[in-house]
Every structure is written in C-alpha cells, then in structure tokens.
C-alpha cells in the first residue's frame, strides 16, 4: 500500500457495548472524496503511525510489569 491509510482490528463500542470488532479497512488515495474524508485526511496529516514488536513486547512482559511495579511501589 502506498500512501493510504490502514486500519488493523479495530473495536468500535457504543454504550459500552462492543458493536464492531476486529474491523480491517484499508483506504487507498482518490477512493473517497467526500467531506469526511477530506476532514480526515487533514486530521491524519504528520501522524505517525506506530507499529510494536508484540512477540518482542511478550517476551519481557512479565519482567518489565515486575521492575515497574518495584520501581513504583506498587
């Protein structure tokens, strides 16, 4: 994908009540040009966006959550 935007399980709640869960989109340039799309576009202008090594993040889980808790005090 080049230059669009991408969206990876996303839950949406309303009321506190899951209404969607694991929602993919992908919007590729120039497939809406609505309003709401231009408003995003320029909500979305020099957002980064962040992608975690979750099998790296798992790995120290348990040891990261002890040291914070010891340097916390909790």
């Given at each position: 994908m080049d230059g669009g935007i991408r969206f990876?399980?996303?839950?949406?709640?309303?009321g506190g009540t899951t209404v969607l869960d694991s929602l993919d989109l992908t919007v590729e340039p120039g497939e809406v040009t609505d309003a709401n799309a231009v408003a995003l576009t320029k909500?979305?202008?020099?957002v980064e966006i962040f992608a975690p090594d979750w099998t790296e993040i798992d790995k120290n889980l348990?040891?990261?959550?002890?040291?914070?808790?010891?340097a916390t005090g909790s």
């Amino acid at each position: 994908m080049d230059g669009g935007i991408r969206f990876d399980r996303v839950s949406v709640a309303y009321g506190g009540t899951t209404v969607l869960d694991s929602l993919d989109l992908t919007v590729e340039p120039g497939e809406v040009t609505d309003a709401n799309a231009v408003a995003l576009t320029k909500l979305m202008d020099g957002v980064e966006i962040f992608a975690p090594d979750w099998t790296e993040i798992d790995k120290n889980l348990q040891s990261d959550v002890e040291d914070w808790k010891t340097a916390t005090g909790s």
